[in-house]
């Protein structure tokens, strides 16, 4: 069945990289995603990978796909504490836009 | 460009009355999909519209329906609201489906009492 699974809650340090892991499950998936939410926001597209692709980079945001393992991961460079929010990752099953979401993680950034 | 736009942002409703919600997609975008967020099922995929045609659908009981006009925007309609439906209603477009550039508008949040 369609399940996308990521760890509920991270904390890491200012400055340091965060790196924000979830599997999937539908191999049909054209893109994937990441969106981050803010308290009381709706959801801000952040990157998105093709499935084509090992790995995706973006200012400080790298992307590595690992489809044999159905891995997608988030990494953030040099965290800082705007970057405190909930991440959803999302496959596309089918390439349509009928996204799949985990769960959400929660980034907290301390001093 | 303008973003993704949903009216209005918060609403206030009794059980059994039904609510309208409005999105209008960014200048350009013909997808426009829709998806309910609650603390307990997390974000849930409600309908897809493509060109005034429904392309896809969730699993939600048919008192969700939702339309798309000639000029893109779209509107989501929930009939005989119940508790359960409180929730904040995410609309999100692209400017073809599947097409990787998925943007959302801030959300509608329904409140059901």
């Known amino acids: 069945g369609e399940d996308v699974e990521q760890s509920l809650f991270l904390s890491v340090r200012e400055g340091d990289s965060s790196v924000i892991n979830c599997t999937y499950t539908?191999?049909?998936?054209?893109?994937l995603y990441w969106y981050k939410q803010e308290p009381g926001a709706g959801l801000q597209l952040l990157t998105y990978?093709?499935?084509?692709?090992d790995m995706k980079q973006d200012q400080r945001l790298t992307v590595l796909l690992n489809k044999k393992d159905k891995h997608l991961s988030l990494r953030i460079a040099d965290t800082q504490t705007g970057d405190s929010a909930i991440y959803f990752c999302?496959?596309?099953?089918?390439?349509?836009?009928?996204?799949?979401f985990g769960a959400g993680t929660r980034l907290a950034v301390h001093p | 460009k303008a973003g993704v736009t949903q009216t209005p942002r918060y609403l206030i409703k009794t059980r059994g009355q039904q609510v309208t919600l409005s999105c209008s997609p960014i200048?350009?975008?013909?997808?426009v999909s829709w998806y309910q967020q609650t603390p307990g099922q997390g974000l849930q995929f409600l309908f897809e519209?493509?060109?005034?045609?429904?392309?896809n659908k969730g699993n939600f009981p048919g008192r969700f329906s939702g339309r798309q006009f000639s000029n893109s925007r779209s509107e989501m309609n929930v009939s005989t609201l119940e508790l359960g439906d409180s929730a904040l209603y995410l609309c999100?477009?692209?400017?073809?489906?599947?097409?990787?550039?998925?943007?959302f508008g801030e959300g509608s949040r329904l409140t059901v009492l």
């Open positions: 539908d191999s049909s998936s054209t893109y």
């Open positions: 200048s350009g975008h013909r997808s």
């Open positions: 519209y493509f060109s005034e045609t429904q392309r």
């Open positions: 999100a477009s692209s400017r073809l489906a599947g097409d990787g550039e998925l943007f």
């Open positions: 990978i093709f499935s084509n692709m």
């Open positions: 999302a496959e596309a099953p089918g390439g349509y836009n009928k996204l799949i």
